[in-house]
């Protein structure tokens, strides 16, 4: 299994460019999500989805879009970077959708993403 | 005000020391606490996931859920160079499962 992969690991957008993140998993796994990680701030949840279909918005959604065609995909658009975007985005996984399941969630290895 | 707070450290203990790391938060909600350790540059990994109050086990390391006061601890027993990482506490609450709330981390290093 090659877990959770994202794509690219680097980027840099000038301001207004778009973009998307990618993000895969091959574990079958229901949930997934978009993280950032800024200095100080810890990880703050952009959206996440519990299966095929299904996206909801976490704490900052705002700049960001998702989907979720398949269960294997997750990815993330920058509609028109700004500077306040500049982060590290991490993508996750985990098989359970509820509390009452097992619920691990399992990291990609991040983009770092720079907007000029 | 956030709803989970975490002191960023840096911590820095002499190896075989105890590591004690610590969050507080705002929303009695919360049911579901996890703590994740993540290397420089790397995702973070799951160590430790508890429910509601009490204390859980693993090796080292030691989790506990104090709701009264809204408080979780971590504790880490003979600390070793590798246990050096930051330390991120996250929690969620049954009504909103998924939207999981992350402290800010604390940076931890264990000297030899």
């Known amino acids: 299994n090659a877990g959770v992969t994202q794509t690219p690991k680097f980027q840099v957008l000038k301001t207004g460019q778009s973009m998307t993140l990618q993000c895969a998993q091959d574990m079958n796994h229901e949930y997934m999500s978009w993280y950032r990680q800024d200095p100080g701030m810890g990880l703050r949840l952009i959206h996440y989805s519990v299966g095929a279909g299904i996206t909801d918005q976490g704490e900052v959604p705002n700049g960001y879009n998702v989907s979720r065609s398949t269960t294997e995909d997750f990815p993330l658009r920058l509609l028109s970077a700004a500077p306040s975007q500049t982060s590290v985005y991490f993508c996750?996984?985990?098989?359970?959708?509820?509390?009452?399941?097992?619920?691990?969630?399992?990291f990609g290895p991040g983009t770092r993403l720079t907007v000029l | 005000q956030k709803e989970v707070e975490q002191d960023p450290g840096p911590l820095s203990v002499p190896e075989g020391a105890i590591v004690s790391l610590n969050c507080t938060y705002s929303?009695?909600?919360?049911?579901?606490f996890m703590w994740y350790r993540q290397y420089s540059r790397k995702g973070p990994e799951l160590l430790m996931y508890?429910?509601?109050?009490g204390n859980k086990e693993d090796g080292r390391f030691t989790a506990q859920v104090d709701k009264s006061s809204k408080y979780i601890s971590l504790f880490i027993r003979d600390s070793q160079p590798s246990d050096s990482a930051t330390y991120l506490c996250?929690?969620?609450?049954?009504?909103?499962?998924?939207?999981?709330?992350f402290g800010a981390g604390t940076q931890v290093v264990v000297t030899p």
């Open positions: 929303n009695s909600a919360f049911q579901y």
């Open positions: 996250a929690m969620s609450a049954t009504d909103s499962w998924g939207k999981f709330q």
């Open positions: 508890t429910y509601s109050s």
């Open positions: 996750a996984s985990s098989w359970g959708t509820s509390p009452y399941s097992y619920n691990e969630q399992f």
